[in-house]
């Protein structure tokens, strides 16, 4: 049971914009603006693609975005395109310098 | 360009130990905490422990606290990660990432990653 708790799966068509949610179990969402959002192909590793809540990191497409609201963090990807398929995590910080991740969404793009 | 590449995965039955060690490069390895996190099959992300730029900070999640040891070299710019009592739950790749970095609370730089199996 993940403290960070995230829709199993979303989809959407290609031009299309998803919104994936991340809601904390306590109150370290608002506790600490240190939300991540990582990409993972199937067989690969994760990439960064959101952190600090809203900011992307260089070379990640603008069609990415981060927003947070009281105890939920979310992502937005605009403009669906083939290559966005893939599983997307949340990351916080919860307490003590340890860390947790959400339980992952899968996004399908139909 | 930052490279992670770890090594050390392996078969390993039950109640066993295994050693994974990462090699960092490209960047200021002894600036930088450093993390270990898992993903069993089909499942999700699992922080699993991280460790400052010293070694002398040292946080583990509730599930391997007391079995797992992460510890670092700075001088050959690697961390490693001792498991001990192994368990069939632990099964899983092992990624070692670069962070959380001072300047995004994130994993900016991830490793391959590795399998660990344990099972008899």
């Known amino acids: 049971h993940s403290a960070l708790t995230q829709p199993a799966s979303v989809s959407g068509s290609p031009g299309q914009s998803i919104t994936i949610s991340c809601t904390g179990t306590s109150t370290y969402l608002t506790d600490y603006l240190y939300v991540s959002w990582y990409q993972q192909h199937p067989g690969k590793a994760p990439k960064l693609i959101i952190y600090?809540?809203?900011n992307r990191p260089s070379g990640v497409s603008n069609r990415f975005s981060g927003s947070q609201s009281g105890n939920t963090a979310s992502l937005t990807i605009s403009g669906l395109q083939a290559e966005d398929e893939a599983y997307y995590y949340c990351n916080s910080y919860i307490s003590d310098n340890t860390w947790v991740f959400g339980g992952g969404t899968k996004l399908t793009v139909l | 360009e930052v490279q992670l590449v770890e090594s050390g995965g392996d078969l390993v039955q039950p109640g066993g130990s295994l050693r994974l060690s990462c090699a960092a490069s490209?960047?200021?390895?002894?600036?930088?905490?450093m993390t270990w996190i898992r993903q069993a099959p089909g499942k999700g992300l699992e922080w699993v422990a991280n460790?400052?730029?010293?070694?002398?900070?040292?946080y583990y999640v509730d599930s391997v606290k007391g079995r797992f040891t992460v510890s670092r070299d700075n001088a050959k710019n690697s961390v490693y990660l001792q498991m001990n009592s192994l368990r069939a739950e632990d099964t899983a790749v092992y990624y070692c990432?670069?962070?959380?970095?001072?300047?995004?609370?994130?994993?900016?730089?991830w490793g391959q990653g590795m399998l660990v199996t344990v099972s008899s």
């Open positions: 600090e809540v809203s």
């Open positions: 490209g960047f200021t390895f002894s600036t930088y905490w």
């Open positions: 460790i400052n730029q010293d070694g002398a900070e040292r």
């Open positions: 990432a670069r962070g959380p970095d001072d300047d995004s609370s994130a994993y900016r730089s």
